[in-house]
């Protein structure tokens, strides 16, 4: 008979705490791996959005110059109107390599 009574005190597992323990490594990188990808764009954003507060321009890179076998960046304050400009020309200077490396891909074959 003690042994009816042991038995009723024991209770079902509880299968979410396992199923917690299962899922908190995946969720733990997961959670890392947004963390690193949107910290720096926040930082960058941030920077960005400190500058055009107290200057009402944007960091733009302009230009690329070769320098003694060097690439240098140029970065320069734009106005957010001519970094547009400057964002499509980067686009259509972009679109003509890809062609460019597309044509010789094609002429290889």
């Known amino acids: 008979m003690a ?8 209770s079902a597992p509880d ?7 299962l899922l908190g490594v995946p969720r733990s990188f997961a959670c890392g791996w947004l963390a690193g990808l949107l910290a720096p764009v926040a930082a960058i954003a941030g920077v ?8 009402k321009k944007v960091p733009f890179i302009t230009e690329l110059v070769e320098r003694d ?3 240098h960046l140029i970065v ?3 106005e957010p109107q001519e970094a ?11 679109q003509a390599f890809g ?4 044509s010789e891909l094609e002429a290889e074959e």
Do not use: N
């Open 15 to 21: 299968v979410s705490m396992y199923v917690d323990e």
């Open 76 to 78: 320069e304050l734009v």
């Open 48 to 55: 960005v959005g400190g500058i055009y507060l107290f200057t």
């Open 99 to 102: 062609d460019e490396i597309r």
């Open 3 to 10: 042994s009816r009574a042991s038995w009723r005190r024991v």
């Open 84 to 94: 547009r400009s400057l964002i499509r020309r980067g686009t259509e200077a972009a």
């Open 69 to 71: 076998g060097e690439r």
